[in-house]
C-alpha cells in the first residue's frame, strides 16, 4: 500500500509566491550594483520553465513510476515509512541526488537535461524555477533506493523536501551564514558557487540539502571572489523551447560532423567539453603543457 504523504512541493507554492515577491522588493529598496538582480524576460523565461516542467514531469512520471513500481515489487526488502525512517530516507536521497547531480555536469547528454538550469545570467529566486524538460535522465540514480526497499512514494516525497529546501538558496541577498551551517548544510554562499561560471567555481558544490558530500568527495570550493553566473558560452535568448533543448540540437549537430563512431560515443557520452583526439592534441600544443589543457564545455557551455 502506497504511504500517504505529502505533496510538498504544491504545499509550497504560496511560499515560493511570498519569498520572490519580497525579494524582488528588496532588491528594488536596497540594490546591489555588483549583484546579478532581477529582469523581466529572464524572471519570465524561468516562471516559464517551471511551469512547462511541471508538464513534462507529469509526463515522465507515467514510464518512471511504472520501472520503480516492478522493481519494488521484485525486491524482498522492505522500509517503513515512520517517523525515524524518513531521515534516513532523506539522507540516502540526498547521497544519490549529490551522484546523480555530479553525474549531469560530467556527461553531456545528461548535462543537456541540466543546462537549462544553469542558462541564465541571473541568480534570485526566480532561477530556482528554471527547470528542465526533460527529467526522464534522472530516474536511473534512484533505483538503488528502491532496490533496497523504500517506496517510490517515499523516494518521491525525499525528492520534493529536497527541491523545496533548494528554493531559498538561489539568492544573492543572503550573506554567509554561521560556520556550522556552512560546513553541513548547503547554503546560497555555496550554491553562488555552483551556478558560477568561473574556471575555479566550475563543476563544484553539487550537493542538495547537504554540503557534506561535497566535502567527503573533493567537490566543494567555498565562495570567494563574486560569481559571475550563467554558461561559459552564454545562448542569449529567452525562448523557452530553445533554453530547454539547445545542448540537445548541439550534440544532434555534433553528431551530423561525426567521422567515426569512437567520436560519437566521445560526443554523446563524454564530457561537454570532448573532443577528438587530434584536437586535444593541437591544443596541448597550444598551450605547451603536452598533456591537453581541460578543454572549456563545449557547444552551450557549462556553469
Not at 512541493?9 to 546579478?36: G, K, M, N, Y
Not at 561535497?214 to 567555498?222: G, M
Request: glycine letters at 6%; hydrophobic letters at 45%.
Amino acid at each position: 500500500m502506497s504511504p500517504n504523504l505529502p505533496d510538498v512541493v504544491l504545499w509550497s507554492i504560496p511560499a515560493f509566491v511570498l519569498l520572490t515577491v519580497l525579494e524582488i522588493v528588496s532588491v528594488r529598496i536596497h540594490p546591489d550594483e555588483d549583484a546579478a538582480g532581477y529582469e523581466v524576460k529572464d524572471a519570465a523565461t524561468s516562471i516559464g520553465m517551471g511551469l512547462g516542467s511541471l508538464v513534462f514531469d507529469f509526463l515522465w512520471k507515467i514510464p518512471i513510476v511504472a520501472i520503480y513500481t516492478a522493481v519494488y515489487e521484485l525486491t524482498p526488502l522492505r522500509v517503513p515509512v515512520l517517523w525515524w525512517t524518513i531521515p534516513l530516507m532523506l539522507l540516502a536521497q540526498d547521497f544519490f541526488y549529490y551522484w546523480s547531480h555530479r553525474e549531469h555536469h560530467v556527461i553531456r547528454i545528461l548535462w543537456a537535461c541540466h543546462v537549462v538550469h544553469h542558462s541564465s545570467r541571473k541568480f534570485n529566486l526566480s532561477t530556482a524555477l528554471r527547470q528542465p524538460w526533460t527529467t526522464l535522465t534522472v530516474w536511473p540514480f534512484y533505483v538503488p533506493l528502491i532496490a533496497l526497499g523504500v517506496h517510490p512514494a517515499a523516494v518521491a516525497f525525499c525528492s520534493s523536501v529536497s527541491l523545496v529546501y533548494q528554493f531559498w538558496i538561489h539568492t544573492e541577498r543572503i550573506d554567509k551564514l554561521p560556520r556550522p551551517f556552512e560546513f553541513v548544510l548547503n547554503t546560497p554562499s555555496h550554491h553562488r558557487v555552483h551556478h558560477a561560471s568561473q574556471g575555479g567555481y566550475l563543476d563544484r558544490n553539487f550537493g542538495g540539502i547537504l554540503i557534506v558530500w561535497d566535502r567527503l568527495f573533493r567537490s566543494f570550493v567555498p565562495e570567494v571572489e563574486r560569481p559571475v553566473f550563467g554558461l561559459t558560452k552564454n545562448i542569449d535568448t529567452y525562448n523557452p523551447l530553445r533554453v530547454a533543448t539547445h545542448e540537445y540540437a548541439a550534440i544532434a549537430r555534433d553528431l551530423r560532423a561525426a567521422t567515426s563512431w569512437r567520436e560519437r560515443g566521445g560526443r554523446v557520452f563524454g564530457g561537454p567539453g570532448w573532443q577528438p583526439g587530434p584536437v586535444r592534441a593541437a591544443r596541448a600544443d597550444e598551450t605547451g603543457t603536452g598533456t591537453g589543457a581541460a578543454p572549456e564545455k563545449a557547444a552551450e557551455g557549462a556553469a
